[in-house]
């Protein structure tokens, strides 16, 4: 297969820092499109991707997996799209379209693995994929997401990996008008549940143990703060809450917001991906048929409703901009939660 290269920023071990350099990209198929990449959001799956936190990292590593750009051509078989839209890219690239899980546009869970929009296995030119960290992608078309055109662009970006992480278990697990969800950490996931859920009608509440969170949570529109290291504040929302999205991206004890649970009611972790050392008591659970799961990302039909939806009720996350020459620093302060809460890359910079 033919390709061509573009600039990039990427690491090549996980000790070093990320850098400039040169990526192929597959010249387009037939249902394929090109994105010249405007904006890219910055996850912390990124970092723990370029540093190997989880294993597995395949290097060189290229990450970004919030991308919004405008379409620079388009393949002789593509039918949605046209060059010059807006187009986005989540955290998926491809899956196998024929499972279960893709069957019922869960492509997140493919039963054979989907491909990751970097350090998957790329089907094309076989190696990895590489991320949206550079001046253009090549994506098949299933996997491209339409942008509103009313959203301001540079802060559409992070709703493609924060904003379906948290509007899929809003979703699945039915919020409306009424619900009763919290929210527990205050950080790129957490705001945008606080937003989402506000935008569904959902009277909201956030778990932090920070009090100088409190006017933060407020001034995003959650209805009540609950600082979790009172006793006195717990107490006084035991039984209460349908649904709690748990944001919280390290180790903890999750018992004491499981008591908060309103009869047969969720907490889903969304945040941490590991062992919680801390035993699960099972008493409130079997006692009040409460649950404890998880939920990852979303397929594209999902993510394309939650782009309409943001679309229509105007929600965006709070960003802050950095040049791609500022990425090692970001990192660095994205590990002391020093982001008001998500930073996003100008990929204009790249071009310097």
Not at 188 to 196: Q, T
Request: a negative charge; one cysteine or more; hydrophobic letters at 35%.
């Amino acid at each position: 297969m033919n390709t061509f290269n573009v600039k990039a920023y990427g690491t090549t071990s996980k000790d070093d820092d990320l850098k400039e350099m040169q990526i192929e990209r597959r010249e387009l198929t037939a249902t394929d499109i090109e994105i010249e990449i405007l904006f890219c959001g910055v996850c912390h799956s990124d970092l723990h991707t370029a540093r190997n936190d989880w294993g597995g990292t395949k290097y060189p590593s290229v990450p970004g997996h919030e991308i919004v750009g405008r379409i620079t051509k388009v393949g002789s078989d593509v039918t949605k799209f046209n060059v010059g839209d807006l187009a986005g890219v989540g955290c998926l690239v491809d899956s196998c379209k024929e499972c279960e899980s893709c069957k019922q546009d869960l492509e997140q869970y493919c039963l054979t693995g989907s491909t990751g929009t970097y350090n998957g296995a790329d089907k094309h030119l076989q190696g990895h994929t590489f991320g949206g960290y550079s001046e253009k992608v090549v994506v098949t078309e299933a996997f491209c997401l339409k942008i509103p055109e009313n959203l301001d662009l540079k802060a559409v970006a992070p709703l493609l990996c924060a904003g379906i992480t948290t509007w899929s278990p809003l979703k699945h697990w039915n919020v409306k008008e009424g619900s009763k969800v919290a929210v527990v950490g205050l950080g790129g996931l957490g705001h945008m549940a606080i937003k989402l859920a506000k935008g569904l009608g959902a009277e909201v509440t956030l778990f932090s143990r920070s009090p100088d969170k409190i006017q933060d949570a407020l001034d995003l529109g959650a209805d009540t703060v609950v600082i979790s290291t009172y006793d006195n504040e717990m107490e006084s929302v035991k039984g209460k809450f349908d649904l709690i999205i748990d944001t919280v991206p390290y180790d903890h004890d999750i018992n004491p917001y499981v008591a908060t649970l309103n009869i047969s009611g969720t907490l889903v972790l969304v945040g941490y991906i590991g062992k919680m050392e801390e035993a699960l008591f099972t008493p409130p659970m079997i006692l009040g048929r409460r649950s404890v799961a998880g939920s990852v990302i979303g397929g594209i039909k999902e993510t394309q409703e939650m782009l309409d939806f943001c679309g229509e009720h105007n929600i965006l996350p709070e960003i802050e901009m950095i040049n791609m020459q500022d990425i090692n620093e970001a990192y660095e302060r994205m590990l002391k939660s020093d982001v008001r809460y998500r930073f996003v890359i100008d990929m204009q910079s790249l071009k310097n």
